[in-house]
Structure formats: structure tokens, C-alpha cells
């Protein structure tokens, strides 16, 4: 069966149907994702829903992405156009299923984000893709000189053939994973998130008709772009600069970092200047930056435009070739959040000068992690991740305390799913008192996980803003500086280290900044402080 083209007849849509079907999309979107969680088997998905999922046009254009996590629309907008690039569309059939996670080859941002991707038949003809992501937490004990030492690369390859199985193609990937009967039950999650994907499509096609379903994703994308554009233009045209760092225990030394954006009319355009790529895992590939950048201007211009390839239109994005945040091959990118997470706040830095209004303080501006990998009592290997996370105060509001912020969206993992499963056990999981910047509008307070090894494992941790502070604004106070601290001399400058039974650690994530001069904060909002433990400026 040969795919016959999309018709090319733009039939004429009143705006009820279209938004009739852009709901649809949303909730086909929303049900894969909620499959996905609820059929997989990791810890790092079924409860901390580090997993994304979206639907692409034929053409590969983004219709719609499920609000989960930010940074995955970077390995969504390049994955389609990949396997397009390598695989004839008219030799595609119902049933096929392409595999890909690498950065330069497969669209990836980083490795352990493996996607699957399906395209979605009607008729006989190619009328959308249904896509997924999920961060496989598998590879640990890994340099980050280059992305060969980082995991296995797969580009944009069949996993499936017209339904069918290629089992020499799973096998090739499970035997370079370090817990493959992990990584197996969360692809089969993924495969049955996609199925869903592929029958609720259809099911909409053959509700409205495919030419009235194509055609209603083409004027949601148009309608994406005039709404992200009246946003821009209602913005002042002007230009303005902003600087931070960036350090990490991955590399010596604070690099620096800086942004200049400009709006002119009902565009905005970005340009970033920051050094060169590093032997580290904290380089950034363009299509991570992009994702970035999409989000935090969506947030700031509308965050009421549909998230959808439309939003990109009237913005520009330029970052040299070979930076930090936008890396070449072979450049490592297993850490590229942590640069990301800057990106975000230092668009927001520009965007404050222009309007305060909208904007936060900076947040954490880090994505603290802990990764825990051991043998089991019967011997089996196992891994453990968790990203923890202050966000900077609001124009009108505190910041939230201890969330996730920015390009990662996931939840802190409870300690009752936890302890269950892994020989670990967290002695003290709080808000950190007085970590959040001071100010007429309080910065959300950080987060303090310490840990107990109950067996001998491995273990990696990191956190960012540990020599500099999250940036307050109109008067607000810095937040808190985050900090990893271990027991009986651990140190964890480096990447991987030995822990004993009974050994302890501590990670505390940065406090984001405040907003605003701290004698305008309010009576009440002051009386909340001092339940709270926030007692007064700290270095």
C-alpha cells in the first residue's frame, strides 16, 4: 500500500470547529502522556513524569505538546524532520515505529531521552505523527569528554515494521543498557502511549474528515503565530542586555554568559554569546536552546498562545556554532538542562528592563540532581534519579518554594516511593528556612535533601549557583546559594563516587531571588515569614 499525498484543498472552517479540534489535540496529548505514566515501570516516570508527549503534523510541524516538560520539545522538533531526512515517506507504512535519542544524528538533546515516534494513517494516507518522550535513567558510571562516552546513540531507525517487532534492533539497545528489564517495560509504556495516540487521531479523522482535521491544524498554527505576534507587539521596541554565570563542579572556574534582546515590531530576536563548548556534559545543542527560548518568551509575551510550531515563528535565535549553547559534535550534552535553566533566567534579566510586570525574579536557575546506582541483593543492577528543585518571586506573588523550574518540569520524588525501592534512606527532606531572596515579594525557599546509604552504592550530585546568587529585582535580595555537603569527607567535586553503608550526604538547591525593597512586604506577608523561619539577609 503506497501512501497517497495530503490534499493540498484548504476548505473554508469556521472557528468553532477549529476549536473544537484544537481542544481534541490537547486532550489526545494530555491521554498519551497519562498512558505512558500509568504503564510504565521506572520510578523516574511513574512518579516523577520526567516523559513528554506531542502530535506533528505530516509535514513535521508541532500541533501540539502536552504540558509537561519544556526542554523535550527540543527532541521533538528535530526528531520528525530526521527520520523524514532518512526514511521515504512513500515507503512508510500503518505500524511503523522509528527509535532515535542522539543529539546530532537523531534530533535528541541528550541520550537518555529516547523518543519514539509513529506516523498516524488515514485512508491510506500519511496525516499526522504521534510522539513520545521518556528519560530512560539507565546510564551511569560515564564520562562526558564526548557523547561517545555517554551512552548509546541511536539515530532515527525502525523499532517496528508495518506492527511487527524488530527484535535485533531491541536487543542491539537492551544489551547497552545497564538495567534492560527497566528500559524494556518503559518502551512497551511508550509503545502503548503511542498506540493510544494513533486510535484517537484516527477516531478524529473519521469524525470530521481528514482534509477538516489537516486542515484545522494549519489555522491553529496560524493562529498560534498571530497571537504570539499581537503578544510581541504589544511589548516596546527596544533593545536590552543582560550578563550572569555559570559554574559547576564539572569544570574550573565561572564562565561567562550574556544576552541581547531585541523587539522591533511583532518580532523578537535573541542573541547569545557564551564560550566555547567544554569537555564536560554541559553543553547545549541548538534545538535545547530553542526549546528554551520558546518557553520562557511564550511565558513572558502570552502564555495563553497554543503550544504549537506556530509560537516560533516571529521569534530568531542566534548562539555561535561551537558554544556552549550550541554545541557541535562531538560535544557531551548528558547536562545540558543545568545551561538551560540559565538561559531561561537570563531572558528574563533582558525582559525585566522592558517590562517588569512580567516577569520573576531569577529562580534557582540549577537543576540539583542525585544519582544512585548499586547491585541488589540478588544481584540485579539498578539506577535512581532524582532532579530536585526555589522559583524567583513574582511581580505581585512570592515565589513558589521548592519546585522545579523553568526547562525541567518534573515532580520531587515522595520519599514513600523511594525507600521501597532502593537501598537509600532520606534523613531530612525540607523547605530550607531564609533561602529565598528578601524583598517586598519573597523568593521561593530551596529544597534540603540528606541521604543515608543503607547498602554500598555509587552516587553523583550536583547543584549550580554555588558561587554566585540568584539575581533579585527592583530592590529584592538574592536567594540563597545551593551546596552539596557529605559526611566523613565525601566530595563530590567529581562525577562518580563510592559510598558505604551508613554514609550520609546533603544537597541544597538554590533559593530563587526576591522582588522588590523587603520594608514594603506586608504585615501579613511578614507574620507568614517568621512561621515559615525566614529570619533575615544572608550572604
Given at each position: 500500500?503506497?501512501?497517497?499525498?495530503?490534499?493540498?484543498?484548504?476548505?473554508?472552517?469556521?472557528?468553532?470547529?477549529?476549536?473544537?479540534?484544537?481542544?481534541?489535540?490537547?486532550?489526545?496529548?494530555?491521554?498519551?502522556?497519562?498512558?505512558?505514566?500509568?504503564?510504565?515501570?521506572?520510578?523516574?516516570?511513574?512518579e516523577r513524569r520526567d516523559c513528554s508527549t506531542a502530535l506533528f503534523s505530516a509535514e513535521g510541524e508541532t500541533l501540539c505538546q502536552a504540558e509537561h516538560i519544556p526542554i523535550h520539545l527540543g527532541s521533538f522538533i528535530g526528531i520528525v524532520p530526521h527520520i523524514m531526512r532518512r526514511h521515504r515517506v512513500e515507503d512508510m507504512r500503518p505500524g511503523d515505529v522509528f527509535i532515535a535519542n542522539d543529539a546530532y544524528e537523531g534530533g535528541g538533546t541528550h541520550l537518555p531521552d529516547i523518543v519514539i515516534a509513529e506516523p498516524i494513517f488515514f485512508e491510506d494516507a500519511l496525516v499526522a505523527w504521534t510522539v513520545n518522550l521518556a528519560h530512560h535513567a539507565d546510564f551511569v558510571d560515564r564520562g562526558h569528554a564526548h557523547i561517545y562516552q555517554e551512552g548509546l546513540r541511536i539515530p532515527?531507525?525502525?523499532?517496528?515494521?508495518?506492527?511487527?517487532?524488530?527484535?535485533?534492533?531491541?536487543?542491539?539497545?537492551?544489551?547497552?543498557?545497564?538495567?534492560?528489564?527497566?528500559r524494556l517495560s518503559d518502551l512497551r509504556a511508550q509503545m502503548a502511549a503511542n498506540r493510544v495516540g494513533v486510535q484517537r487521531f484516527?477516531?478524529?479523522?473519521?469524525?470530521?474528515?481528514?482534509?477538516?482535521?489537516?486542515?484545522?491544524?494549519?489555522?491553529?498554527?496560524?493562529?498560534?503565530?498571530?497571537?504570539?505576534?499581537?503578544?510581541?507587539?504589544?511589548?516596546?521596541?527596544?533593545?536590552?542586555?543582560?550578563?550572569?554565570?555559570?559554574?559547576?563542579?564539572?569544570?574550573?572556574?565561572?564562565?561567562?554568559?550574556?544576552?541581547?534582546?531585541?523587539?522591533?515590531?511583532?518580532?523578537?530576536?535573541?542573541?547569545?554569546?557564551?564560550?566555547?563548548?567544554?569537555?564536560?556534559?554541559?553543553?547545549?545543542?541548538?534545538?535545547?536552546?530553542?526549546?528554551?527560548?520558546?518557553?520562557?518568551?511564550?511565558?513572558?509575551?502570552?502564555?495563553t498562545v497554543l503550544p504549537n510550531a506556530g509560537l516560533s515563528r516571529p521569534i530568531t535565535v542566534n548562539a555561535r556554532e561551537g558554544s556552549i549553547l550550541n554545541c557541535v559534535h562531538p560535544a557531551a550534552v548528558e547536562g545540558r538542562l543545568a545551561a538551560c535553566q540559565r538561559v531561561a533566567d537570563m531572558v528574563l534579566g533582558a525582559m525585566a528592563q522592558a517590562v517588569p510586570e512580567r516577569v520573576t525574579a531569577c529562580s534557582n536557575s540549577s537543576c540539583g540532581y542525585a544519582i544512585f546506582s548499586g547491585q541488589s541483593a540478588t544481584g540485579d543492577f539498578w539506577v535512581y534519579l532524582e532532579t530536585i528543585g526555589g522559583n524567583g518571586a513574582r511581580a505581585t506573588k512570592d515565589g513558589l518554594d521548592g519546585v522545579q523550574v523553568h526547562a525541567t518540569n518534573t515532580s520531587n520524588l515522595p520519599v514513600e516511593a523511594l525507600e521501597p525501592e532502593y537501598p537509600i534512606t532520606v534523613l531530612r527532606y525540607e523547605l530550607i528556612p531564609d533561602s529565598g531572596g528578601l524583598g517586598r515579594q519573597r523568593g521561593g525557599m530551596g529544597i534540603r535533601?540528606?541521604?543515608?546509604?543503607?547498602?554500598d552504592v555509587s552516587a553523583q550530585a550536583g547543584v549550580s549557583r554555588v558561587h554566585s546568587s540568584s539575581w533579585g529585582l527592583a530592590g529584592g535580595g538574592p536567594g540563597a546559594r545551593g551546596h552539596i555537603e557529605g559526611a566523613n569527607g565525601l566530595d563530590f567535586t567529581g562525577r562518580l563516587i563510592d559510598i558505604e553503608a551508613g554514609d550520609t550526604f546533603a544537597i541544597q538547591t538554590p533559593g530563587g531571588g526576591g522582588v522588590g525593597d523587603p520594608r514594603e512586604r506586608s504585615a501579613e506577608a511578614i507574620a507568614r515569614d517568621l512561621a515559615e523561619g525566614v529570619v533575615g539577609p544572608r550572604m
Open positions: 500500500m503506497t501512501p497517497t499525498p495530503i490534499l493540498e484543498e484548504r476548505p473554508g472552517l469556521d472557528p468553532i470547529t477549529v476549536e473544537v479540534i484544537g481542544a481534541a489535540l490537547a486532550s489526545i496529548v494530555d491521554e498519551t502522556g497519562e498512558t505512558l505514566i500509568r504503564s510504565s515501570y521506572s520510578t523516574n516516570i511513574k532515527p531507525v525502525h523499532l517496528y515494521r508495518a506492527g511487527v517487532l524488530l527484535d535485533d534492533v531491541q536487543e542491539l539497545i537492551l544489551l547497552n543498557c545497564q538495567v534492560p528489564h527497566e484516527q477516531s478524529l479523522c473519521a469524525k470530521y474528515g481528514a482534509e477538516v482535521v489537516i486542515e484545522a491544524g494549519r489555522q491553529l498554527l496560524d493562529y498560534a503565530e498571530r497571537k504570539m505576534r499581537a503578544g510581541i507587539a504589544a511589548l516596546p521596541d527596544g533593545t536590552w542586555r543582560f550578563n550572569d554565570v555559570f559554574e559547576s563542579s564539572e569544570f574550573e572556574g565561572i564562565f561567562p554568559l550574556s544576552i541581547e534582546v531585541t523587539v522591533l515590531g511583532d518580532e523578537i530576536m535573541l542573541n547569545f554569546e557564551a564560550p566555547d563548548q567544554v569537555r564536560s556534559s554541559l553543553n547545549v545543542t541548538y534545538t535545547a536552546l530553542l526549546a528554551t527560548v520558546y518557553y520562557i518568551v511564550k511565558s513572558i509575551v502570552d502564555p535533601r540528606v541521604y543515608r546509604a543503607d547498602a
